[in-house]
């Protein structure tokens, strides 16, 4: 089975613009949740989608966005970027919401200059 | 989310077994402990969880306190692939998907 893949894998954007990121879960799989990593913040969790519904959030600026598609295909938006938004975007796919093993992809590295 | 306390560093040699600690003694009832690893340059993995009692599985086995107040994330046989970072996290009814990473304990192996 293949794993979750993320596209791009890096991407250079300038202050103010805007990016999206995609992300394809495991066959089978309806769970996508987004994380942000960072040297100084760690791992932090942006949200989840489940059935293309947005079932839980983290503490993330409104300029921060996802969808989810009816084949679970996940995107994450992000809007007016600044240079703090430079981090390791990370998806996981989950066969389910809740109490279940995640399966991470390899990350999408984002640099804002 | 209930807190997880783990040390900062370990360092084992390869093919001796390891031991990597996590204390959350405010962990609730329904609270699973789950571990994940992230080696260097790639998203994290999932490597174990439980509740209670204690669980093995390919990769490595799970010992939870009898007050689970505390867990060991156990490594047979260390070999230097399973050098990475290890997080122990909880997770419970109302966090659902959302996992809350801490700082983890960065293992090194010797050879």
């Known amino acids: 089975k293949a794993g979750v893949t993320q596209t791009p894998r890096y991407l250079i954007k300038t202050r103010g613009q805007q990016v999206t990121l995609s992300c394809s879960p495991i066959?089978?799989?309806?769970?996508v949740s987004w994380y942000q990593q960072t040297p100084g913040q760690g791992l932090q969790f942006l949200f989840e989608?489940?059935?293309?519904?947005?079932?839980n959030k983290g503490n993330f600026p409104g300029r921060f966005s996802g969808r989810q598609f009816s084949n679970s295909r996940s995107e994450m938006n992000v809007s007016t970027l600044e240079l703090g938004d430079s981090a390791l975007y990370l998806c996981?796919?989950?066969?389910?919401?809740?109490?279940?093993?995640?399966?991470f992809g390899p990350g999408t590295r984002l640099t804002v200059t | 989310d209930a807190k997880t306390t783990q040390p900062n560093s370990m360092e084992s040699n390869e093919e001796e077994p390891v031991h990597l600690p996590c204390n959350h003694s405010?962990?609730?009832?329904?609270?699973?402990i789950h571990w994940y690893r992230q080696l260097p340059s790639q998203g994290p993995e999932y490597v174990i969880h439980?509740?209670?009692s204690n669980v093995n599985n390919r990769m490595a086995s799970l010992a939870i306190a009898e007050d689970r107040k505390s867990s060991t994330l156990i490594l047979h046989r260390a070999t230097l692939r399973d050098a990475a970072v290890y997080y122990c996290?909880?997770?419970?009814?109302?966090?659902?998907?959302?996992?809350?990473f801490g700082e983890g304990t960065q293992l090194t192996v010797n050879p």
């Open positions: 439980g509740l209670t």
């Open positions: 989608y489940f059935s293309e519904t947005q079932r």
């Open positions: 066959s089978g799989h309806r769970s």
């Open positions: 996290i909880l997770s419970g009814e109302t966090s659902g998907s959302r996992l809350t």
């Open positions: 405010t962990i609730s009832g329904t609270d699973y």
């Open positions: 996981a796919s989950s066969p389910r919401t809740g109490l279940y093993e995640q399966y």
